[in-house]
């Protein structure tokens, strides 16, 4: 059941602490609360608990909250809660009225936030606040108008678009190490099958587990083993998870049902099945790839990314397509199966319009991008598009063109440096959350706390500039000056006339 809450939000200045005292309104975290939109989804997340029945759900601010506060500090489940217990400015960023010493929430509640916001109302969440960042800081042009008076629809901004993948937290797959794991699964399955019918039948089926994890670790064990005993390998273990499915299908003629199996156990049955079928067609085919592979018994949903990278060629987790402009960065596409990224140009620039109401100037990519259709489309739509044009280079380069070409690749490096940042200093260079809704969830709010980021650094430049201009003393105003002038020439800070 989830009852909505009506109330206006609480002040800060109203904030009840325990000693009388009161929050300051500029903290970061009372700052970032006025930008994010509460009350504009809650209906939506309301649809949730669409029964009045049972004890009333966490409120949406809280849920979104604290997927907010445990991204931005980086830390787990639990310190997230103990963090919120500890922080009166934590406390009125999840909406609460006044400091309590009691936990808000049992940390577990933190995956059932994770299933309930989907990456969609996330998404959702991040433009809108964006939006609001942009009231604060406008950078909109006003829509101008011919000598005939018509409006017309001029292009506005520069477009940055790239991919980039999210590892997963699982260990590098190999055939043999997930054969192993499947291995063991079906002799647990079997102990918990043999238990229903132990009286009905007078032996236990043999499963060889420890000849058959002798046979793995011989191999294994090796640094480089060579073919011939990588396929021997392989062929023992298929052998004896053959052997372990076929006890398990004997044990449910013989009674046994798989109602003993908890939700997880059962999942891992199908999962394994499907391993089995996959490694036994690969085995008997000599490939060494195919469609759908799953490299995971935990993870069934992650590929392979074929990325190209240097020391990482191949990546396991979501592949993200994304699109920054004026320092914000939006999560366009996000997928478990790799797909070319060169197909998002179109839906991307035309989502740059439905946000903004103007076509961009100019669209920042790399060479993946520059295909003959998109360039086509792009020329039809007027907006220019990024790097050389096609066919053999001229003899004879002007300066104007190699300046330009450089600015180009000055301005798409912005992208560049947000998935860096995503990745060094937030979480996505390990995707923590093992299910897929809830790694989705997970990947979205790194964007949103990215963007969240952004605005907080540009408005405490902004106060840091001010406030060199009454404090000469300590050189406030030549530091403040100074990131002024480079925050302007990086187009973080915009002149509103």
């Known amino acids: 059941m989830y009852k909505k809450v009506e109330l206006a939000p609480v002040p800060p200045l109203d904030f009840e602490l325990a000693n009388g005292s009161k929050l300051s309104p500029d903290n970061r975290w009372v700052k970032m609360a006025q930008v994010i939109p509460w009350s504009e989804f809650e209906s939506e997340y309301a649809q949730n608990f669409p029964t009045e029945m049972g004890a009333p759900a966490k409120s949406w601010r809280m849920a979104l909250g604290a997927l907010i506060i445990k991204e931005k500090l980086g830390i787990s489940d639990r310190e997230t809660v103990e963090q919120i217990r500890e922080n009166p400015y934590l406390?009125?960023?999840i909406g609460q009225s006044s400091y309590s010493n009691e936990l808000p929430f049992d940390p577990s509640l933190l995956v059932h936030f994770r299933q309930r916001i989907s990456s969609n109302l996330i998404n959702k969440v991040n433009e809108r606040m964006v939006e609001k960042m942009w009231e604060i800081t406008p950078v909109k042009p006003e829509k101008k108008k011919d000598s005939d008076?018509?409006?017309e629809s001029p292009k506005f901004g520069k477009l940055?678009?790239?991919a980039t993948c999210a590892p997963a937290d699982i260990t590098y797959p190999t055939d043999l190490g997930l054969l192993n794991k499947a291995r063991v699964h079906t002799e647990k399955i079997i102990d918990i099958l043999y238990k229903q019918i132990k009286s009905k039948i007078n032996k236990?089926?043999?499963?060889?587990?420890?000849?058959?994890?002798?046979?793995y670790l011989?191999?294994?064990?090796?640094?480089?083993?060579t073919r011939n005993k990588r396929r021997q390998a392989l062929k023992k273990q298929l052998q004896y998870i053959k052997r372990n499915l076929a006890h398990i299908e004997q044990l449910i003629e013989l009674g046994a049902t798989l109602e003993s199996l908890n939700k997880k156990k059962y999942k891992t049955l199908l999962v394994l099945t499907e391993v089995y079928r996959q490694q036994q067609w690969l085995f008997d085919n000599n490939k060494q790839s195919m469609e759908d592979r799953i490299v995971s018994l935990s993870q069934p949903h992650i590929r392979p990314i074929v990325r190209g990278k240097a020391g990482k060629?191949?990546?396991?987790?979501a592949k993200l397509s994304a699109s920054c402009f004026e320092g914000y960065v939006f999560l366009d596409r996000m997928s478990w199966d790799n797909f070319n990224e060169s197909g998002d140009l179109k839906a991307q620039v035309e989502a740059y319009y439905s946000f903004t109401g103007y076509y961009p100037e100019s669209v920042h990519?790399?060479?993946?991008?520059?295909?003959?259709?998109?360039?086509?489309w792009c020329k039809e739509k007027g907006i220019r598009i990024s790097g050389p044009p096609l066919g053999r280079p001229p003899a004879n380069v002007s300066k104007e063109k190699k300046k330009q070409a450089k600015e180009d690749e000055r301005i798409r490096q912005a992208i560049e440096g947000k998935f860096g940042q995503g990745k060094r200093r937030f979480s996505l260079n390990l995707v923590m959350t093992k299910l897929e809704n809830t790694s989705s969830t997970a990947i979205a709010i790194t964007f949103l706390v990215m963007n969240l980021s952004t605005w907080w650094r540009r408005v405490f430049c902004m106060f840091l500039c001010g406030s060199g201009k009454t404090m000469p003393v300590f050189g406030l105003n030549i530091i403040g000056a100074y990131i002024l002038l480079k925050m302007r020439q990086e187009?973080?800070?915009f002149n509103s006339g």
């Open 91 to 93: 406390q009125y960023f």
């Open 313 to 317: 060629s191949v990546e396991f987790g």
């Open 204 to 215: 236990k089926p043999r499963t060889y587990r420890n000849l058959a994890r002798k046979d």
């Open 365 to 376: 990519a790399d060479r993946i991008y520059r295909t003959r259709e998109n360039r086509a």
């Open 218 to 225: 011989a191999v294994a064990k090796q640094r480089r083993p």
């Open 149 to 151: 008076g018509k409006n």
């Open 160 to 162: 940055i678009i790239d």
């Open 491 to 493: 187009k973080l800070i």
